[in-house]
């Protein structure tokens, strides 16, 4: 025998002396039983499909479901009406895709593209080197210098452009817009 041979405990062995093969088999055995006892308890306390409780508690689920259902699919009809209904840019006179990102028109408070509006005081103001418009909020845009061409953190505004009014309402085509695709479900 070698010195590891006897370290070990003789052959065949592992380093703390015990038979591999026996513990596996007895570990197995004694999770298999634990596994049995806890199927065997949730059977008994499980409902059959057949009691009262369970069927009631299904034709709850169903009518839930189809309440929700019946909903889902009003949503949907009136959200697909509201996207069929095609609504023109009085600046360009093209069709706008998206509502969610047109703004109001100044003056009629009808949809236009945002890019129509910032082409439209592009052209008006003509900013000159180093200048940019840009929109800053709240239906305002602002006429930006940027001291450094190449460092867009640091500027200057030059002018404030208020576009849409801060008194008046929002058109109804936002607040129609706004009341279809907020109700989550």
Same mark, same amino acid.
């Given at each position: 025998m070698s010195r590891n041979d006897r370290r070990r405990g003789g052959r065949n062995r592992n380093w703390n002396n015990r038979d591999n093969n026996n513990e596996k088999n007895e570990r197995q055995k004694s999770q298999e039983a634990r596994f049995n006892d806890r199927a065997e308890r949730a059977e008994k306390n499980h409902e059959s499909r057949g009691s009262g409780a369970y069927e009631r508690r299904q034709e709850r689920r169903r009518l839930l479901n189809s309440v929700s259902q019946k909903e889902i699919e009003e949503s949907r009809i009136a959200i697909k009406a509201f996207k069929e209904h095609v609504v023109t840019c009085e600046i360009c006179g093209e069709a706008i895709d998206d509502l969610a990102n047109a703004i109001s028109n100044k003056g009629s408070d009808n949809p236009? +593209?945002? #890019?129509?509006? %910032?082409? $439209?005081? @592009?052209?008006?103001?003509? /900013?000159g080197m180093n200048e940019k418009i840009a929109y800053i909020? =709240?239906?305002?845009?602002?006429?930006? +210098?940027?001291? @450094? /061409? +190449? #460092? =867009?953190? +640091?500027?200057?505004? &030059? $002018?404030? %452009?208020?576009?849409? !009014? &801060? #008194? !008046?309402?929002r058109g109804s085509w936002r607040n129609e817009m706004a009341g279809l695709f907020s109700q989550v479900k």
């Open positions: 236009v +593209h945002f #890019d129509c509006v %910032i082409s $439209k005081l @592009n052209e008006s103001e003509k /900013p909020g =709240q239906g305002k845009f602002a006429l930006l +210098h940027f001291a @450094n /061409p +190449h #460092d =867009q953190k +640091h500027f200057t505004i &030059r $002018k404030t %452009i208020e576009w849409e !009014a &801060r #008194d !008046a309402e």
